[in-house]
């Protein structure tokens, strides 16, 4: 079972928009609607920002969202802040004969 | 709000087991999936395991032969038991709750345990 692939890195100034990319096969996160998206800062847990493709958690800024077309979720900030410098990581069911849950390698967000 | 924490040795011995306990504090445990997830030094996160409350589990078939968790329901724990372990074993251990409804979206976690795996 392959983890999902994401982006090793991507990069934005304050204010911009970003949007990383979540890949993953026909059987598994192509075939349920059950993506999540991770934020992960140095020595912390990893906090939900987004599950099951799309929702928000309460307390998680609108400024993030998240789709899926196809094998592909993306996980979009608007409004870059220092802040959202993190590790960000997406995860999926990995389908009913497959490791229950599957996440990517992770995308590491530098806001310039 | 709902609290987690971690406990254990932060130590094994290679072919030992690894035991974890994880505390759950500020909610019942009734209605969620209790999950383990690992995270190896600068890698990725790693889906070991899952419980419900009820008793049910479902485990990461690479390490299912050697994993076994557990739950208290009246001491509100719940446990990580890893067998055999190697260097490969060495990680970041977090225990998470799921979303209610849900076994795959994880928005309560402990702040995790390094589990180091060494003679």
């Known amino acids: 079972q392959s983890a999902l692939t994401q982006p090793a890195s991507v990069s934005g100034s304050p204010g911009q928009s970003i949007t990383i990319s979540c890949t993953g096969t026909?059987?598994?996160?192509?075939?349920?609607?059950?993506v999540s998206w991770y934020q992960q800062r140095p020595a912390k847990a990893p906090k939900l920002i987004i599950y099951?493709?799309?929702k928000r958690p309460s307390g998680i800024s609108n400024r993030f969202s998240g789709s899926k077309s196809g094998n592909v979720a993306s996980l979009t900030i608007m409004g870059l802040q220092a802040e959202d410098e993190a590790d960000y990581f997406c995860?999926?069911?990995?389908?009913?004969?497959?490791?229950?849950?599957?996440f990517g390698g992770g995308t590491k967000l530098t806001v310039l | 709000q709902v609290q987690l924490q971690e406990s254990g040795p932060g130590l094994v011995k290679p072919s030992e087991t690894l035991s974890l306990t994880c505390t759950v504090a500020?909610?019942?445990?009734?209605?969620?999936?209790w999950s383990w997830i690992r995270q190896s030094p600068g890698k990725g996160l790693e889906f070991i395991g899952y419980?419900?409350?009820?008793?049910?589990?479902v485990y990461n078939p690479s390490l299912r032969s050697r994993v076994i968790i557990s739950v208290d329901t009246s001491k509100k724990q719940f446990y990580l038991s890893l067998n055999s372990v190697t260097a490969a074993d060495t990680a970041i251990y977090f225990c998470a709750r799921a979303v209610l409804g849900t076994t795959t979206s994880f928005d309560n976690w402990g702040q995790g345990t390094l589990v180091s795996v060494s003679s």
């Open positions: 500020g909610d019942s445990m009734s209605g969620y999936s």
């Open positions: 026909s059987s598994d996160l192509g075939n349920y609607d059950l």
């Open positions: 995860c999926s069911f990995g389908g009913s004969n497959n490791i229950h849950v599957i």
């Open positions: 099951e493709v799309y």
């Open positions: 419980i419900y409350y009820s008793g049910h589990t």
